[in-house]
């Protein structure tokens, strides 16, 4: 069986526990060191054979794939196996060489960095959706032509951009084109490496960001987090939900007052 496992966004107590289980019970485990710090080989046993993928291709993770037919290997990718992990084409092989094989979630860096930050997402009335997105450089061919930050910049709502530290100096020419729902003052949330030892984590706005990432000396390992709903945690004039509020009736309690204000 390969796993490919979420090793959640750094903190060895961030892993889930079916995920430190399959790292226990790990014969070969290949791990992107560059993303996972090596805390989190703790789970691992002794005498698994490690590989750090690091420096390979595709073909050089799949080789290992190949020589180890019946040996329980775990594949740890960083966060959640669900975004920018390039499982994919992992799991391509392993349909057409007949491995079975299994996803086992993890702690995404976008719950971590909102952790951190103290902050909900998603506040009524302000941003009820997230998207997931990056600006892109060097990899600019794997992204599709309507999918600009311009575009969910008009949404307003909130957003988070994977991958994208290194390219900061651009960002807010795209946040505040021309029918953007942002303005220089929307507030920005910079998490680099949260939950590992040297974790940062900067609150700035679109107008500030730029200078703020470079004082810091930002590079990789950071998500940048951008909307109006990220003032939450500090406006208390923000919207609040419907499903506590006592005026709304919902599958499992009957309205029961209206709240003032
Ligand atoms: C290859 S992607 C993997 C994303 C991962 N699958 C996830 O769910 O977080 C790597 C990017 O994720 C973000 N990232 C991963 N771990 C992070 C952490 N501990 N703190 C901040 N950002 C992180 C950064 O944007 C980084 O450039």
């Not at 019970?25 to 996972?36: C, G, Q, R």
Request: charged letters at 20%; glycine letters at 8%; a negative charge.
């Amino acid at each position: 069986m390969i796993s490919f496992i979420g090793a959640g966004p750094g903190a060895a107590d961030l892993i889930t526990l079916r995920g430190a289980q399959r790292l226990r019970e790990a014969d070969v485990v290949v791990w992107a060191a560059s993303l996972v710090p090596e805390a989190l080989l703790t789970h691992c046993r002794p005498d698994a054979e490690i590989h750090d993928s690091k420096r390979m291709t595709l073909e050089q993770v799949c080789d290992v794939y190949a020589r180890h037919p019946d040996a329980a290997i775990v594949r740890l990718h960083s966060g959640d196996p669900a975004v920018y992990s390039a499982i994919g084409e992992q799991i391509a092989w392993c349909r057409a060489n007949d491995r079975p094989f299994e996803i086992v979630p993890g702690v995404s860096s976008l719950g971590a960095v909102a952790a951190a930050a103290g902050c909900e997402l998603t506040i009524p009335a302000v941003a009820q959706s997230v998207v997931l997105t990056r600006l892109a450089a060097g990899t600019r061919a794997s992204m599709p032509a309507r999918e600009t930050i311009a575009a969910y910049a008009a949404t307003g709502a909130t957003l988070a951009l994977f991958l994208s530290a290194g390219l900061v100096d651009h960002l807010a020419g795209h946040l505040l084109g021309a029918g953007s729902a942002y303005t220089a003052a929307t507030p920005v949330l910079i998490g680099q490496r949260v939950s590992w030892p040297d974790e940062l984590l900067i609150r700035t706005t679109i107008g500030e960001m730029a200078a703020d990432a470079h004082r810091a000396a930002i590079e990789a390992t950071a998500l940048i987090l951008v909307g109006p709903a990220l003032a939450g945690a500090d406006d208390q004039s923000a919207g609040r939900s419907h499903v506590y509020d006592a005026a709304y009736t919902t599958r499992f309690r009957r309205a029961t007052g209206v709240i003032d204000g």
